[in-house]
Each structure stands twice: as structure tokens, then as C-alpha cells.
């Protein structure tokens, strides 16, 4: 994707009602898949934020926001970074964060009170193929949006975005540790003519609402000069095209659904001249449907004078008192040098409004 990799920096449900999916081409049987390999425990320390605006020890709220607490964190592992999705157990107790590399983690977070406190018991291992062989080259390996649709993040399903090689596989989950892909979603044919780096970049199931169980995905990049962002909704196991307004040149790095069936997307912008921004925008449950043009409204845009990133993935959980958290993580490109993974939590505060009529192409 258009983004603050390494090269730009240093030169300047079954997921809804009738859903299929292929099977994934030479998959392997249970019996011929080798034991989990390459996965590995790694150390993971962190470093508390005290507050999210640099500067303003007192500020809490931010918009319809919360903040709850951040940690900067960093492992002598070579394979930690590049985290590009975030799925957030049900009772955010444990995370597993995609890379687009081709691998992943698993954690415990702990917490001081309500704050994130550290990670404990974190583990990498390699996404692989049909046959069960670690991904190999960009090309497919670029992992970069993630859902959980069944289950835990022990034993479920979840599925998983790629660019490059544009496409959405099937992965289960067993002991914590992903599988070989089962099956594939089907792409709309206009998802070929995806930039090869601009692909799909979020992805996320409807919890509620007329569509609800239905994935939902959003391209990066792919506006056709309509001055919309291109998504899709998968409605009785087809994709149908939806768009969401292009505001001041963001991208989109991720989506999730929350539990009124309405939707909340990440979006990050990045210039030499301007530094990084990131934007949070809520889509109400009535605005979601095929064929929807869609804006949504902003719950925060804050830029570097803020505790961002390169902010790519967002996960959503309950917390004990009901409450609706958010967690973003940044993808630090492997860059360590100029850029960090930050963990940001928030309460997503219950002042929205009610939803709205979508307009339609």
C-alpha cells in the first residue's frame, strides 16, 4: 500500500447468510500437515503514554473518544513490526496482531486498572499456505486486514485481506496458533483493477443491524477519480460495491463492526510537508447497504502533535462495565529508526447520533 514504508522514509461467517467460499487450491488434510513450525515466544516491552496530546497531561477526551492509555512497544526480535490488523479477544484480555510480512503474533495484555499495562506471553509464528508452507515473497505474504468471524482467538476462524496478490482466505484457529487457509472469498471482478499496493485494507463483520453477519471490506485506495473510497458487502454470498467519501486524500487502513450493526473505520494520511495524521469515522447501521454512497462522521482527526503512528490496525471489545473499547495499533514498517509500534486504547463514548437514510447510485 501508499504508505511510510522503508523506501519512502529514507528518500523522503461464514461471515453472513449464504457466504461461500472456495476451497483453497492443494490444501492439505489434517494428517499431512506438518506440527506448528517457526512458532517461536518472544519478549515484548512497553513503554507507557501517559497521556495521548503531547503536552496536555489532562486532556482525556478527544472528540467521541476516551483515552483510556498507550504503550510504545519494541522486541530484540527481528520479526516484530509491520502490524497491519488487530483483532482483540472478546473480554480484551488477549490480541493477535497480522503483519505484512506474512506472520503473526498472539498476547496476553495486562492491565493497571483500565490502563494497558504490558504484553506478556506473546508469540510469533508464520502465516502459511494451502499445503502448509510459510508464505514466500511480497507478493503473497502482504497481509493487511483481519476479522475474527467464529470462536476465540484459541480455537475460531478468522479471515484475512491481502494485497498484491488481492485476495481474502479462510484460517482457523487451533491452541492459539493459525492454520493453513480452508477456502477463499469471493472477489468482485472489479477487485482485480486494485492498484497492486492499494489493496484491500479493511475487513470486518456487521454485528447488527439489516446486514447483520455480513463481511464488509474496504480498498486502501480506489477511487477512480469518483471522489469515493471503494467497498464492498457481502450479501447472500455475493459482493456488493458500496463507497464511502474521499476526504482530504486519507487512506483507509481498517474497519470494525460494532455490536449496533454500525461500522467504524481507520484512516491514516501522510505527507513530508504535513507528518502523519489519522482519522477515525463512525457509518451509522442505516447507512450500510449495496449500492450506498456514503460520509459518515468524523469521532477524531488528530495529526503528530498527537501519540500516533503509522496507526493501521483497529480492534474493537466489552469492557466489564459495558463499555465499548477501542485498540489501535501502528505498523512501524520495520523502520525503528523513524517510526514505532504504539498500542492506543479508548472508550468510545455513547453520544451518537441516530442513523441516517443512505443515498444510492
Same mark, same amino acid.
Given at each position: 500500500?501508499?504508505?511510510?514504508? !522503508?523506501?519512502?522514509?529514507?528518500?523522503?461467517?461464514?461471515a453472513?447468510?449464504?457466504?461461500a467460499?472456495?476451497?483453497?487450491p492443494?490444501?492439505?488434510?489434517?494428517?499431512?500437515? =506438518?506440527?506448528?513450525?517457526?512458532?517461536?515466544?518472544?519478549?515484548? +516491552?512497553?513503554?507507557?503514554?501517559?497521556? &495521548?496530546?503531547?503536552?496536555?497531561a489532562d486532556?482525556?477526551?478527544f472528540?467521541?473518544?476516551?483515552?483510556r492509555?498507550?504503550l510504545?512497544?519494541?522486541?530484540?526480535?527481528?520479526?516484530?513490526?509491520?502490524?497491519?490488523?488487530?483483532?482483540?479477544a =472478546?473480554?480484551g484480555?488477549?490480541?493477535?496482531?497480522?503483519?505484512?510480512?506474512?506472520?503473526?503474533?498472539?498476547?496476553?495484555?495486562?492491565?493497571d486498572?483500565?490502563?494497558?499495562?504490558?504484553?506478556?506471553?506473546?508469540?510469533l509464528?508464520?502465516?502459511?499456505d494451502?499445503?502448509?508452507?510459510?508464505?514466500?515473497?511480497?507478493?503473497?505474504?502482504?497481509?493487511?486486514?483481519?476479522?475474527? @468471524?467464529?470462536?476465540?482467538?484459541?480455537?475460531?476462524?478468522?479471515?484475512?485481506?491481502?494485497?498484491? /496478490? /488481492?485476495? @481474502?482466505?479462510?484460517?482457523?484457529?487451533? +491452541?492459539?496458533?493459525?492454520q493453513?487457509?480452508?477456502?477463499?472469498?469471493?472477489?468482485?471482478?472489479?477487485a482485480?483493477r486494485?492498484?497492486?499496493?492499494?489493496?484491500?485494507?479493511?475487513?470486518?463483520?456487521?454485528?447488527?443491524?439489516?446486514f447483520?453477519g455480513?463481511?464488509?471490506a474496504?480498498?486502501?485506495r &480506489?477511487t477512480?477519480?469518483?471522489?469515493?473510497?471503494?467497498?464492498?458487502?457481502?450479501?447472500?454470498?455475493?459482493p456488493q460495491?458500496?463507497?464511502?467519501q474521499?476526504?482530504e486524500?486519507?487512506?483507509?487502513?481498517?474497519a470494525?463492526?460494532?455490536?449496533?450493526?454500525?461500522l467504524?473505520?481507520?484512516?491514516?494520511?501522510? !505527507?513530508?510537508?504535513?507528518?502523519v495524521?489519522?482519522?477515525?469515522?463512525?457509518?451509522?447501521?442505516?447507512?450500510?447497504?449495496?449500492?450506498?454512497?456514503?460520509?459518515g462522521?468524523?469521532?477524531f482527526?488528530?495529526?503528530?502533535?498527537?501519540?500516533?503512528?503509522?496507526?493501521?490496525?483497529l480492534?474493537?471489545?466489552?469492557?466489564?462495565?459495558?463499555?465499548?473499547?477501542?485498540?489501535?495499533?501502528?505498523?512501524?514498517?520495520?523502520?525503528h529508526?523513524?517510526?514505532?509500534?504504539?498500542?492506543l486504547?479508548?472508550?468510545l463514548?455513547? +453520544?451518537?447520533?441516530?442513523?441516517a437514510?443512505?443515498?444510492?447510485?
Open positions: 500500500m501508499t504508505r511510510l514504508d !522503508r523506501r519512502t522514509v529514507m528518500r523522503g461467517l461464514l453472513g447468510a449464504g457466504t467460499f472456495a476451497p483453497a492443494g490444501r492439505a488434510t489434517d494428517k499431512d500437515l =506438518p506440527p506448528p513450525a517457526g512458532v517461536t515466544p518472544i519478549t515484548i +516491552d512497553a513503554r507507557p503514554l501517559a497521556n &495521548f496530546e503531547r503536552g496536555r486532556a482525556r477526551r472528540g467521541a473518544l476516551e483515552f492509555g498507550g510504545v512497544l519494541t522486541s530484540s526480535s527481528s520479526d516484530f513490526g509491520g502490524w497491519s490488523a488487530l483483532v482483540m =472478546p473480554d484480555k488477549s490480541l493477535m496482531a497480522i503483519s505484512d510480512v506474512g506472520s503473526w503474533m498472539t498476547a496476553d495484555l495486562v492491565y486498572g483500565s490502563r494497558p499495562a504490558r504484553l506478556a506471553n506473546a508469540r509464528g508464520p502465516l502459511r494451502a499445503s502448509g508452507r510459510p508464505l514466500a515473497g511480497k507478493t503473497e505474504e502482504d497481509a493487511e486486514s483481519a476479522t475474527l @468471524i467464529e470462536g476465540t482467538l484459541q480455537h475460531g476462524t478468522l479471515l484475512i485481506g491481502f494485497e498484491r /496478490h /488481492h485476495r @481474502i482466505d479462510r484460517y482457523p484457529i487451533r +491452541d492459539g496458533v493459525i493453513p487457509p480452508v477456502g477463499t472469498l469471493k472477489l468482485p471482478a472489479e482485480k486494485m492498484p497492486a499496493n492499494q489493496g484491500i485494507e479493511a475487513l470486518t463483520v456487521l454485528k447488527g443491524g439489516p447483520k455480513s463481511v464488509v474496504l480498498a486502501e &480506489f477512480r477519480g469518483s471522489g469515493y473510497h471503494t467497498g464492498w458487502i457481502w450479501v447472500g454470498g455475493e460495491r458500496f463507497q464511502l474521499d476526504i486524500g486519507f487512506n483507509i487502513t481498517d470494525a463492526g460494532l455490536a449496533d450493526g454500525s467504524l473505520v481507520l484512516e491514516r494520511y501522510f !505527507r513530508w510537508t504535513e507528518g495524521k489519522m482519522r477515525l469515522r463512525h457509518i451509522a447501521a442505516g447507512e450500510i447497504a449495496p449500492g450506498a454512497r456514503i460520509t462522521r468524523t469521532l482527526q488528530g495529526d503528530s502533535s498527537y501519540e500516533i503512528d503509522n496507526m493501521e490496525g480492534g474493537v471489545h466489552i469492557g466489564a462495565q459495558g463499555e465499548t473499547i477501542l485498540s489501535l495499533i501502528s505498523d512501524d514498517n520495520f523502520n529508526l523513524l517510526q514505532r509500534t504504539v498500542f486504547q479508548f472508550t463514548l455513547s +453520544d451518537r447520533p441516530k442513523s437514510s443512505p443515498s444510492r447510485t
